[in-house]
């Protein structure tokens, strides 16, 4: 987006900048010093906490926050809205662990399901049985060694039995991943807390990692809040408009397409079996193969869609798989480029590709940027190409990464190209345009893009974003959900071993019968999963308001030139987070205190000096809590008081809000 608008911006006199993680804090600096900023959600999230963590000025890269305009909004400040981003230091000793882990691990394989511990597989949790206490009580490795507590291998049972790889994880580079139930992506950077993470990494028999202490964390909904305005764009966000609604007192509003929707969404084809449904699935994907028209098949989770590759696999059935796999994760534009193409069979999880468009003929400028790369890779010293290719070797000579750089860009870079590249890219197009309109043109007749969605999706959302990978700008296409009795959602719908009562065929009545429990059922899965975002977001809010006072003085204090940062109260003033905790306050020596047993040091023996300040966790405590200033005068100095209330003041305007 950053490379497609940057020109139309420049050209109204309106500066553009691109924040990235390879850039140094000068560089950030500059980025977000344009009118307009692109940066990844969780970039800014982290430059923000980070400029929390300064010593001085030059070490922040933000400006205030004004506008946020955010893409995909639904998965941002819906589905990813309460999962912590934590700003994080390494510690502890990695030998130490691994022996101990190991033990523990070891020890886990001993346990029986069912007789030692019990597994709640809805809130994924283990519950050891009072034979397993007794166990563990007999066993000499918790008797004798206070190291080796319960709550370890609890952890172990959970890696044994719970987390499972490719569904919950995956193994990369001899590194944990993991996945992301909405996406199917995995989440590089991000660890199980409380031990969990460091459980699987002995369960697969991989390097411990560090532990790591949490220093500051925000969650994308508390983070959003502190922007003046914000508002973004989803194909999804209808769906979620009561919830956007109530969390953040945001409308949606549907933009009606300049293009009339041909989209055939089919009726649900219900299974006895997972085993008839993966057959028809065969049947499909082979008359798909024969006839030429491109489908694309929608599966759950990354093991499903594995699965559902051996398959056709062994039916000698030619396909692509995009998932959260890393291997497959990289060729992501590529397999995306030929998902429209004809006899293409694409195998995908929920919201890999999501937002990108599948042309009908496949993507004609991708395939173009790779005839010219594959043109200038081709080292023959006669083909019809080399006239082309010295050309352009001879104008990059003296920077040949300007040529990676404007091929990679190409469209986009046209006019910044050099001649000879601008010659070669417009002989392989309009050579070549003429294909690529009878294939786009046979691929319509064939019905499109055929959408297959494997499993039930438990999400309305999710199902939409399928859906939505058809039938794009007026093309044809269709869709339609394939489901068995034995998927886990149709358990809680009816008893499956009732419905198998009716033989090989479903009765009309039972059909109508059963998609009405099916979206009854679901309907109430997504009001349970609204609830509990809205009882996380209402506690949120209740701190979100002391966190705001807090942040804003400090940074206000830290940067205030007026002010002596070096007073023997305040040394570390950057590096000293309050935490607030029910009863309880952290102090500047790192160890909690209750708010009731706080020893109150005499003014008389603090510095007298005008401009000298407490360290923050004094001034939080005094300034909070039901000690008011007014019982202690002269405790502060003016300055100080005089910052917190404007540091007050400035977060008025949300307090409506935050009550």
Not at 76 to 95: F, K, R, S, T, V
Not at 124 to 149: A, M, N
């Amino acid at each position: 987006d950053y490379y497609a608008m940057r020109v139309l911006y420049k050209s109204l006199g309106v500066s553009v900048g691109l924040s990235s993680l390879k850039q140094n804090v000068l560089q950030k600096r500059e980025s977000y010093s344009a009118d307009i900023t692109y940066v990844s959600n969780s970039e800014i999230v982290f430059d923000y906490l980070k400029d929390y963590e300064a010593f001085s000025k030059e070490g922040t890269v933000l400006r205030p926050l004004n506008y946020a305009l955010i893409d995909e909004i639904d998965s941002i400040l819906l589905d990813e809205a309460h999962i912590p981003l934590i700003l994080a230091d390494a510690e502890g000793n990695i030998n130490d662990n691994t022996a101990k882990l190991k033990k523990i691990n070891a020890t886990a394989k001993k346990f029986l399901e069912n007789e030692d511990f019990l597994i709640d597989q809805d809130s994924k949790k283990i519950y050891l049985t009072e034979k397993g206490y007794k166990k563990c009580k007999d066993l000499t490795i918790f008797r004798f060694s206070s190291t080796h507590k319960i709550s370890e291998l609890l952890n172990a049972l959970s890696a044994l039995y719970l987390y499972k790889k490719y569904i919950d994880y995956t193994v990369s580079n001899n590194n944990i991943f993991i996945i992301d139930q909405l996406t199917g992506r995995p989440l590089p950077g991000r660890k199980w807390a409380n031990g969990l993470h460091e459980a699987i990494e002995t369960k697969e028999n991989l390097k411990i990692s560090k532990s790591t202490k949490e220093k500051i964390s925000i969650t994308y909904s508390d983070f959003i809040n502190y922007y003046s305005c914000f508002s973004g764009m989803s194909g999804s966000s209808q769906e979620g408009s009561n919830e956007f609604y109530t969390l953040y007192k945001k409308s949606v509003f549907k933009v009606p397409s300049s293009f009339k929707n041909n989209r055939k969404d089919l009726s649900t084809k219900l299974y006895y079996s997972e085993q008839k449904k993966l057959e028809s699935l065969v049947s499909i994907s082979k008359n798909a193969n024969l006839c030429g028209q491109p489908l694309l098949l929608g599966t759950s989770s990354i093991k499903s869609s594995e699965n559902l590759s051996k398959i056709l696999k062994k039916e000698f059935i030619p396909h692509k798989i995009l998932n959260g796999l890393p291997e497959n994760i990289f060729k992501e534009n590529q397999i995306i480029a030929a998902a429209g193409k004809r006899n293409s069979i694409t195998i995908v999880t929920p919201v890999t590709g999501r937002g990108s468009d599948i042309l009908l003929g496949g993507e004609f400028i991708f395939w173009v940027k790779k005839k010219i790369a594959n043109i200038l890779k081709f080292n023959k010293k006669v083909d019809i190409y080399k006239p082309y290719r010295d050309f352009i070797f001879r104008e990059y000579s003296k920077n040949i990464n300007d040529l990676t750089v404007h091929l990679a860009k190409l469209p986009l870079s046209y006019n910044q190209c050099k001649q000879s590249l601008r010659c070669l890219y417009d002989f392989i197009y309009f050579s070549n345009y003429p294909y690529w309109f009878t294939e786009n043109r046979l691929a319509k007749n064939l019905g499109g893009l055929a959408v297959i969605i494997a499993e039930y999706p438990m999400n309305s959302r999710s199902e939409v974003q399928l859906k939505g990978r058809t039938s794009r700008a007026g093309d044809p296409g269709s869709s339609q959900l394939h489901v068995s009795l034995d998927e886990k959602f149709f358990k809680k719908v009816v008893n499956p071993n009732l419905l198998r009562l009716f033989a090989n065929s479903f009765p009309e009545i039972l059909i109508k019968y059963l998609k009405q429990r099916i979206a009854i059922q679901r309907n109430a899965l997504e009001n349970l999963e609204f609830e509990s975002r809205k009882a996380l977001h209402l506690f949120e809010k209740s701190l979100s308001l002391y966190k705001k006072i807090y942040l804003t003085a400090k940074q206000d204090i830290t940067f205030q030139n007026k002010i002596l940062l070096n007073s023997i109260y305040s040394k570390n003033i950057a590096r000293n987070l309050v935490k607030h905790k029910k009863n309880s306050i952290s102090s500047f020596f790192n160890k909690e205190v209750s708010l009731k047993k706080k020893s109150f040091m005499p003014y008389s023996t603090k510095s007298k000096i005008e401009n000298e300040i407490w360290c923050e966790e004094d001034i939080q405590y005094w300034k909070l809590n039901s000690y008011s200033c007014l019982s202690f005068p002269g405790l502060f100095s003016e300055e100080v008081n005089r910052l917190w209330n404007t540091a007050i003041n400035k977060i008025k305007k949300h307090e409506e809000y935050l009550i």
